[in-house]
């Protein structure tokens, strides 16, 4: 089995480097995590050559993703009143949420890992763990921005999600107050209190309670990767590869080699995959079992309208958020674990829609709504990143699952630091 990635429009080599010296770090993959991989890098005075089969960053999971930068809303995915729900989801009888069964070893061993995550104390330990890298991203973020103009829509607008009956409010106060333990700002409000930050909740239907988060942001995940990317090139010398279409990842004496369909070769002393749901199946040839899955999610894009939400909004039940951006609308939700087909299936798209009309119907302009998508997440059975040196010469920064653009720039640093560690020098 090949696999894709991005590589082959050379850029200008930085000054006093040759155009073909080997680099310090090649980065696999240039979606948002490769991205802010390749940047954190190259800050740090490595020489990296940043790869991908698209003709620009970001072009495949993070072109459309929901767009909330949620750095309070961390909740991992296991928790113990999910168990229940399976058997629906099995059988395709939750409309949000379905597993795709299979006899497959790896996917039987990723779903007993993550029951095995279904615990209480789990739930807590791993939302924990997210929250603080989060946090870590939420800074980075910060002086990024300090630094650097970039325009991405991006708002520090807050996120409510909604709880449409009484009866996950007792959960969502302890959550809370988990929250709260570690210094984040989040509480539940009554639904009239709900609608005294977002008026546009008026339409919404009944709302029996919700969580505010006032410190969560929203941005353009697709706009950020393309000017970061112009941003590492331009100012730390990264040499992006696109067109690239990777079938293989070898290693030599001096370090590794990237190898693409057409023979075209990119050499390298160390290399990061930031490959999303395809890492698992990239690794695995080379004897490394990694636990990622295909969670399938969809979005579309419409026209704001004059009393469309200000504020980031999740619809908890229906499993789907509406992000404003700038003038327009992101509206994206489903989960498909297991599904590994990028196509946009109409049914599913049209059940969306469907979704988000009857949720919010004065959200956006739905009859003229664009750039439907579809992209899938890289679950790993806690929820949490695999940030790590597989040897000296080869690093992971994989499995963000549905907070890949929310953990981007803090999983970024804490590779890069992990690269320092290991005794990756400036070239």
Not at 124 to 139: D, F, I, K, P, V
Not at 213 to 228: E, K
Request: proline share 5%; aromatic share 6%; hydrophobic share 45%.
């Amino acid at each position: 089995m090949t696999h894709s990635l991005t590589a082959n429009r050379p850029s200008r080599a930085p000054e006093g480097r040759r155009k073909d010296e080997r680099a310090d770090i090649l980065v696999l993959g240039a979606g948002v995590i490769g991205v802010t991989t390749a940047y954190a890098l190259a800050r740090r005075g490595l020489s990296v050559a940043l790869v991908d089969r698209a003709e620009e960053a970001g072009r495949g999971t993070s072109f459309a993703n929901g767009g909330q930068l949620s750095y309070a809303y961390t909740d991992a995915l296991a928790q113990p009143g999910l168990i229940a729900k399976m058997p629906g989801m099995i059988l395709g009888l939750d409309p949000a949420f379905r597993i795709r069964p299979s006899l497959d070893p790896d996917f039987l061993r990723w779903g007993l890992a993550f029951l095995r995550n279904c615990t209480n104390a789990r739930f807590a330990h791993n939302t924990r763990a997210a929250l603080a890298l989060a946090l870590e991203s939420q800074a980075a973020m910060a002086d990024l921005l300090a630094r650097h103009s970039l325009d991405f829509a991006h708002e520090s607008s807050g996120k409510l999600h909604l709880l449409r009956d009484a009866g996950g409010i007792e959960r969502a106060e302890q959550v809370a107050a988990l929250k709260r333990a570690a210094g984040i700002d989040q509480h539940i409000l009554t639904g009239a209190e709900a609608m005294e930050i977002e008026p546009a909740l008026a339409d919404a239907g009944p709302v029996a309670a919700a969580i505010w988060t006032p410190s969560d942001a929203v941005g353009d995940p697709y706009a950020f990767c393309r000017q970061l990317c112009r941003l590492a090139t331009e100012h730390h010398g990264v040499q992006p590869h696109f067109g690239f279409d990777l079938t293989a990842l070898e290693r030599s004496a001096e370090g590794v080699v990237a190898v693409d369909r057409a023979g075209r070769q990119i050499a390298a002393r160390r290399a990061v995959v930031c490959l999303g749901a395809e890492a698992a199946r990239f690794l695995a040839p080379m004897g490394i079992r990694m636990p990622v899955a295909a969670m399938k999610g969809y979005s579309f894009t419409a026209p704001a309208l004059p009393h469309s939400p200000r504020v980031s909004i999740t619809d908890t039940g229906r499993k789907i958020v509406f992000c404003r951006l700038g003038d327009q609308m992101r509206i994206a939700g489903l989960a498909e674990l297991n599904n590994w087909c990028t196509d946009i299936e109409a049914a599913r798209m049209n059940a969306l829609v469907d979704g988000a009309r009857a949720a919010m119907p004065e959200a956006a302009d739905y009859e003229r709504l664009h750039s439907p998508w579809a992209g899938l997440r890289p679950m790993t059975p806690n929820s949490l990143p695999i940030i790590k040196a597989e040897d000296a010469a080869l690093f992971l920064n994989i499995g963000h699952g549905m907070l890949g653009w929310t953990f981007a720039m803090g999983a970024a640093e804490r590779l890069a630091a992990l690269v320092e560690e290991v005794g990756v020098t400036a070239g």
